[in-house]
């Protein structure tokens, strides 16, 4: 596998940065965590270096902390693909088919997608959106 960069988008005082965490594909999830909020509390205080923010490969965006359902994220230069989150709402939900047909509510969200087609086809991208939306709805996959 090759060496993912995580960008992790964090709003700041001074406007919307990306720091990355180098090396995030031999990381656990749980590392993952501890991880994105050392760099959000760093982001925080204006004190993120230039290393810190270049060579990012994927960045992660949480779009819905402003009340955004979705929206087309804009890849930085040199990234692979951006993913945005949009804002986690209670909606009405079809579930069961034919006699067992019913509305139930549900937590949802919204992602979107952007990548760069020179490093990526569409069919991965749609894999990894629907690997994602499958994690999202079973978390226990993430430990897989």
Do not use: C, Y
Request: no cysteine; charged share 15%; glycine share 12%.
């Amino acid at each position: 596998m090759r060496e993912v960069n995580l960008g992790i988008a964090a709003a700041t005082p001074r406007g919307l940065i990306v720091p990355n965490i180098k090396g995030a594909q031999r990381m656990l999830l749980s590392e993952l965590a501890v991880a994105i909020s050392s760099l959000a509390d760093v982001a925080r205080t204006g004190k993120t270096s230039p290393a810190d923010q270049a060579g990012g490969t994927i960045t992660i965006t949480n779009i819905g902390v402003f009340g955004v359902d979705t929206g087309t994220p804009i890849l930085h230069s040199g990234e692979a693909a951006i993913l945005a989150f949009g804002a986690i709402r209670r909606t009405p939900w079809v579930v069961g088919e034919g006699v067992d047909e019913r509305i139930e509510p549900r937590w949802t969200t919204q992602l979107a997608l952007s990548f760069d087609h020179r490093v990526m086809d569409g069919q991965q991208g749609s894999e990894l959106l629907a690997h994602v939306a499958s994690v999202l709805n079973e978390p226990g996959l993430a430990v897989l």
